[in-house]
């Protein structure tokens, strides 16, 4: 039987685990023609939703596109496992409901120290397997207040993976919510703002033919290919219309629910084992 709640320093943590990441929601200015771009991208279809923002779904995938200001992401949202567990897990945080075309009724969000909503539903759409495989996996925001992220965070039940340390200071945090090493984390930086989402291949030739597909596209490579230090995993990312990150990855790490985080020095090799690397802070 699941357990509904865990205790923390004496907070009651509501069971977040299993849960992954199911989709987003990134806005600009025009939105039809990043949701055009996302298309072109990932290969995969295009459609409007009855709210006027637009859905790109494929393999894995979804992105919602809505008019708002550029490269902001205003909601990402999790998929948990069946009713049973998102009903036990709104009983365990204080929400409020939200409704999504993506999501089953009864889907419901909360609010991060930086404004950001994260959503808690069950799907309720029957993917189509088609194009390449990437499945999204990832968001990573950059916040002026990363301690109190990693509190907020680690509250809805996310388990840190690993944190990276300047001196004393903390610069950046992974969690998880499933055996996979982060669907989650956050950067120090001077201002606050969603930094990139990631989609998982299933290998490394996958990130051959996704970099193939880039060079077909004409779209540089803006960082990599590389393997990060944290998740262990291959990488190379490239840059939508708005500047906002996109990161195909292979091999990511796998950890132990019950694993405790590890730690690393601040430094371009924790991010790029390979080379250089983008420092936020
Ligand atoms: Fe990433």
Not at 110 to 135: N, Q, Y
């Amino acid at each position: 039987m699941r357990r509904s709640l865990c205790v923390r320093m004496g907070q009651m943590i509501p069971e977040l685990w299993p849960a992954r990441l199911h989709h987003l929601r990134r806005d600009s200015p025009k939105p039809e023609p990043l949701a055009q771009f996302y298309g072109e991208l990932l290969g995969d279809r295009v459609a409007p939703l009855p709210d006027g923002s637009w859905l790109i779904a494929g393999r894995g995938r979804r992105l919602v596109i809505g008019k708002g200001t550029a490269g902001s992401v205003p909601y990402f949202a999790l998929q948990l496992q069946d009713s049973i567990h998102l009903d036990a897990y709104r009983r365990g945080c204080k929400a409020e409901p939200f409704s999504s075309a993506l999501f089953e009724e009864g889907a419901f969000a909360v609010t991060d120290p930086d404004g950001r909503r994260i959503v808690f539903g069950l799907s309720k759409e029957i993917e189509t397997p088609v194009g390449l495989s990437a499945r999204l996996q990832h968001f990573v925001c950059a916040t002026q207040r990363l301690p109190e992220m990693l509190e907020f965070y680690r509250g809805l039940g996310m388990a840190e993976s690993d944190r990276v340390l300047e001196g004393d200071t903390l610069s950046a945090v992974f969690l998880r919510s499933d055996p996979e090493h982060h669907s989650f984390a956050a950067f120090r930086a001077p201002e606050s703002r969603p930094d990139h989402h990631c989609y998982e291949t299933s290998g490394w030739l996958d990130i051959r033919d996704w970099a193939d597909r880039m060079a077909r596209l004409r779209i540089p490579l803006w960082w990599g290919p590389g393997r990060h230090g944290p998740g262990n995993n291959l990488f190379f990312m490239i840059e939508d219309p708005d500047g906002h990150k996109v990161e195909f990855s292979a091999e990511l790490e796998l950890m132990p629910k019950d694993m405790p985080h590890r730690t690393w020095p601040h430094e371009q090799r924790t991010l790029n084992l390979w080379g250089s690397a983008w420092m936020r802070s």
